[in-house]
Each structure stands twice: as C-alpha cells, then as structure tokens.
C-alpha cells in the first residue's frame, strides 16, 4: 500500500510538472533554464499556473494580446494570497495591447495582480488598457502591489483607470525597488493617483524613473509620478511630464503628498491644478529635504499654490527652482512667505542658461545636461541605457526611427 501511494504522488507530481512545461515554449522553470514564453497563448497560460507563480521566466519574442478582451486575460498573482514572486525577464521585448477589466470584487489589476519579492526586468509593455472598478483596489499597467519586489528597466504606454491606489506602472508600492522605469499615458480614479505609482511606502527606493502620463483625479493625492508617497529611501534622478488633476487637494507635479522622502535631482514640467496644496513639483512636503530639483509647469489651485510646493511642512529646499513665467505663479511654496533661501523663481530664459544652476552648485558632469540658451536642464540616461533606442531593444536603428515617426505628433 505504501509504495502504491509513493507511486501515485511521484505520478501527480510529475503530471503537474509536464503540465506547467507544456503549457510554455520550452525551458524547466529554473534560473538557468526559465519558461519561454512565445505566443500570447503562452503568456496567458501563466495566469493558470499558480504552482509556476515562483518560477522563473523569459519573454522570448514580441507578443501581441489584442485577441483577449475582459477578463479572457488570466493575470499573473491574481490577489496577495496568491502572488507571484518569481522573475519574469521581458528580455529587451515588448507586450503589446494587453487589455484587462477586473471584475469589481478585484483587489489588484494589472498584468501581475500582485508581487512580493519578485523581480521584473526589461519589460516593456505597450497601449496596455487596464480597467478595475473595485472599491480599494490597486491598478497598475504591470503590477497592482509590489510588495519587496525589484523592477527593473520597464516601460508601460496606454491607459490605466481604477477607483483607489491606481499608477501608470504600479497601483501600490511597499518597500519596492523601481530602477530605471516609465510610464506614459493616461491614469484616472478618485484618489491616490500617481503617473508612474498610486502609493509608495516602506522601505521604497526610486531611481531614474520617469512618467508622461495624464494623472486625474476625483479626489486627493495625484502626482506626475506618485500620488501618495511616504517611503523612507531617497526618490533620485526621476522626472514627470504629464498633466496633474485633483478636484479635492495635494496634487503634485512630481508627487501629491510627499513624507519623508528625500528628493534629489528631480523635475516636473507638467500642468498642475486642484483645490488646495497644489504645486508645481510637490502638493505637501512633510518633514523632507529637497535637494537640485525644478518645476516649469503652469500650477492653478485656490489654498496653498505654489510654483515649487503648494505647503511645506518642515524640511530644509537646497538648490530648487521654479519658472516664473511658465507657472504663473509668484510664490515658490504656497504656506511660507517668504520662501525659503534655497527656492529661486526665474524667468523662462534664465531657466535655459548654464550658469543659473551651476553657481547653485548642480552637478553637469555626471546627473544633468543642457541645451544652454535653448533647454531646460535634463536628466542624462542612466549607465548602459540610450535614450533614442525606442523599443529598448539595446541597439538604435531605423525600428526606433520609425517609431519616432508614428509618434511625432503624439
């Protein structure tokens, strides 16, 4: 009896694993032998897998979704009871038209539902159309929560709307870390909106991420690239370029909300607007240093509007700019009058010369560039990453020249 019971479960064993393997394009699910994934049937099939949710994973070719509508796609860590936390390598390739409409007992949405000590990495995920309408859910283009995760180098376009907690790339961050990624596009809900993340807490560093997103909110807390962030690690060489909307208050073109965050060498050129605590880089600073950033988007609010920050809570501003003339605003943080030392308003040209930064002491060897006489300060790209290679394929050719013309006039 007893070996027939060994030998029954050495069986349903090895059916589960030649299951999993032939559900994919080939590989065992090691580090060293990852799953391939070559079809949208392949990339669907993950969902259906939750013994693979550890696994490792490799995107093999670029894969386009747009046969599955609705809830047909299956995502990957469908709740955080049952998340994903294994590796999944985007391998340089794309993802393209992933539409997903969670239904409205959803907590999570997104390509993965939910992460914890996961790492995703070179991915990029294109016109993806993420749609949740459950109450405290969090949205995100490729992760609803990442929890201790590590994502690396991806990229998410197209659109993401959820009802709480709702980001370009990630809904909900916790002790997260984001290296090199962006987001663009559109992302709408009713509070805690952010470009590139909704929230952002615990232990959380940020580094060379950027988001071009349209952020809108029917509520509080809508950043350019976070709605609301209270982590510990420094947010670093990160920037917004998407218009910010709050109808309630905190509305940042970086950040809404922003606690004890350090932010350095950072930029938002966005339109900014909302009720109150509205602000050009940040809505409400509590507690946090600033440190070589600027902001030269419009800002328009009624309480607390500043060009720079809308109210600063303590916290000391070193070497932070905002345009004048571009903002419309006088006042560089809306709750102090006057602004402290380190906040310098300056007109349009004197934001596009040289000198204004560089007797501030900002650093144009290694972190900023300019066109002097022509352009605002830029971030220069992180080590190994060329900023004209627009389908991150490594290399830039005419692919990438064609994409600059399909999207000129966007």
Not at 107 to 125: D, P, Q
Not at 152 to 181: A, F, K, Q
Not at 302 to 314: C, I, K, W
């Amino acid at each position: 009896m007893l070996k027939q019971i060994t030998l029954a479960m050495i069986l349903s064993v090895s059916l589960s694993a030649f299951a999993s393997i032939s559900s994919y394009g080939g590989g065992d699910g090691s580090s060293e032998s990852p799953f391939e994934i070559w079809t949208a049937e392949q990339l669907n099939s993950i969902g259906l897998n939750p013994d693979d949710w550890d696994q490792h994973f490799k995107l093999m070719d670029n894969i386009d979704m747009s046969g599955y509508s609705g809830t047909q796609f299956n995502i990957i860590g469908s709740s955080c009871q049952n998340l994903f936390s294994g590796t999944f390598d985007g391998n340089e390739k794309a993802i393209s038209n992933l539409s997903y409409t969670a239904p409205a007992d959803n907590k999570v949405a997104g390509m993965f539902g939910c992460l914890k000590e996961a790492t995703i990495k070179n991915l990029k995920l294109d016109k993806v159309s993420i749609l949740s309408e459950g109450l405290y859910s969090s949205t995100g283009g490729l992760a609803g929560s990442n929890e201790y995760s590590t994502i690396i180098n991806c990229h998410v376009s197209g659109s993401v709307v959820g009802i709480n907690h709702v980001g370009g790339l990630v809904g909900s961050n916790s002790s997260g870390v984001l290296i090199g990624c962006s987001a663009t596009g559109s992302v709408g809900g009713t509070g805690y909106l952010g470009g590139l993340i909704g929230i952002n807490s615990g232990n959380s560093p940020i580094t060379s991420c950027s988001a071009s997103c349209t952020a809108d909110g029917t509520d509080n807390y809508v950043g350019g690239l976070i709605g609301w962030n209270f982590s510990e690690q420094a947010i670093t060489d990160c920037f917004a370029t998407g218009s910010v909307h709050a109808d309630g208050y905190f509305a940042g073109g970086l950040i809404g909300s922003n606690e004890s965050s350090e932010i350095i060498s950072c930029y938002a050129a966005g339109t900014v607007s909302g009720f109150g605590n509205v602000g050009g880089l940040v809505g409400e600073n509590y507690n946090t240093p600033l440190n070589a950033c600027y902001a030269a988007g419009s800002v328009d609010g009624t309480d607390f509007v500043g060009g720079l920050v809308g109210t600063a809570l303590s916290g000391e501003v070193n070497a932070c700019f905002w345009d004048i003339q571009t903002s419309g605003q006088t006042d560089g943080v809306g709750n102090l009058d006057p602004d402290p030392s380190g906040v310098m308003g300056k007109s349009t040209a004197q934001m596009k010369m040289l000198p204004t930064f560089t007797a501030a002491g900002w650093d144009f060897v290694e972190v900023w560039g300019i066109g002097n006489g022509q352009t605002y300060p830029y971030l220069k790209a992180p080590a190994g990453f060329k900023p004209a290679d627009a389908n991150y394929s490594g290399s830039v050719d005419l692919q990438d020249l064609a994409i600059l013309a399909a999207d000129w006039l966007e």
